[in-house]
Structures are given as C-alpha cells and as structure tokens.
C-alpha cells in the first residue's frame, strides 16, 4: 500500500515562493505516476502538475506553467512541487497523489488512487 506524507505549506506574501514535499512509501514507484492537486474553499479539487516517475515527463495546468515545477528524487523517493511567484488565487489545500495507470500521460483525475492528508498553502496580498 503506498502511503503519502506532504509538508511544507504555509502562508507566504503574494510574489513569494514555497517548495512542497511529498514523501512516497510502500512501494517502488519506478511504473507510478504522481500528481499534485489543489482545492481552494468552495471550489472543486484541481488537477495542477504531474510527473512520470521513470522519465520525469511532466505536465502542468496552463495557470501555473512557468511558475511551478514538479519534479522527483529517486533515492529520497520524494516528490516536489515548487512554486514561485505565487498569487493569491494559488491559495488552497494541496494533496500528492500516486497513480500505476502511468500508461497514459497525464493521467485522468480518476486515475489516481493513493493520496496525501494534504498541506495549506495560503497567499496573502
């Protein structure tokens, strides 16, 4: 069973950077896929950047491109998501997730099966 730990949300002024953690367990994720979503309050759950653990091809949401960066260590089995010039509307509960369908990329929502408890990212003005 994979198990997933984020860290390092936190409140942060408009312009500024944050780096979340995703700490994977369980498995050896070399055919995995990994995302990371975001849900803001009120709003529906968000599919924002994706990675292919083997090749490290990424995908990301057009709102975020040239902005945030996903990307992997194998020997940490840890997933990152660095996010810079950050925007109030980047504000929102931030999950990793953990997909095998790694067959097609991006993988669909639906795919992905394991998940984070989720940190808080928070962008004040």
């Known amino acids: 069973q994979v198990q997933l730990v984020e860290s390092g949300g936190g409140l942060v002024q408009a312009g500024g950077s944050l780096r979340l953690s995703c700490a994977a367990s369980?498995?050896?994720?070399?055919?995995?896929?990994m995302g990371w979503f975001r849900q803001a309050p009120g709003k529906e759950r968000e599919f924002v950047a994706a990675?292919?653990?083997?090749?490290?091809?990424?995908w990301y949401i057009d709102s975020v491109k040239g902005r945030f960066t996903i990307f992997r260590d194998n020997a940490k089995n840890t997933m990152y998501l660095q996010m810079n010039s950050l925007k109030r509307e980047d504000t929102a509960v931030y999950y990793c997730?953990?997909?095998?369908?790694?067959?097609?990329?991006?993988?669909?929502?639906?795919?992905?099966?394991?998940w984070g408890q989720g940190t808080q990212v928070t962008v004040s003005s």
């Open positions: 369980g498995r050896t994720f070399g055919s995995y896929a």
């Open positions: 997730a953990a997909t095998s369908a790694s067959y097609r990329f991006p993988p669909l929502s639906a795919d992905f099966d394991s």
């Open positions: 990675i292919r653990w083997s090749s490290s091809t990424t």
